[in-house]
Nanobody
Framework: QVQLVESGGGLVQAGGSLRLSCAASGIILSINTMGWYRQPPGKQRELVATITSGGSTNYADSVKGRFTISRDNAKNTVWLQMNSLKPEDTAVYYC???????????????WGQGTQVTVSS
């Protein structure tokens, strides 16, 4: 079993910054992609940013230039640095990891419990 533990959410004023972290633990052969998703109030979950084990990144257009995703493969940890936060960034943020769970290459997606980010205007 794999667990993802997130931290770093909270309340911040518009224009401020927050840094989210997510650490994966358990039986992990390797982790392919790690990422952050968010679910604003009353809306569906959406992609924020992803990063591969090789360091390739992908961002939602709404956060490009403001958010930065990074990871430490040795520590199975991913971070999301969020700058210039806007009220529309308010959401529950979820960590995701695509984990290889068998030596034959079976992959499985795991999710964190979510952390609330609230940006006041």
């Amino acid at each position: 079993q794999v667990q993802l533990v997130e931290s770093g959410g909270g309340l911040v004023q518009a224009g401020g910054s927050l840094r989210l972290s997510c650490a994966a633990s358990g039986i992990i052969l390797s982790i392919n992609t790690m990422g952050w998703y968010r679910q604003p109030p009353g809306k569906q979950r959406e992609l924020v940013a992803t990063i591969t084990s090789g360091g390739s990144t992908n961002y939602a257009d709404s956060v490009k230039g403001r958010f930065t995703i990074s990871r430490d493969n040795a520590k199975n940890t991913v971070w999301l640095q969020m700058n210039s936060l806007k009220p529309e960034d308010t959401a529950v943020y979820y960590c995701n990891a695509r984990v290889m769970i068998t030596i034959t290459g079976v992959m499985r997606d795991y999710w964190g419990q979510g952390t609330q980010v609230t940006v006041s205007s």
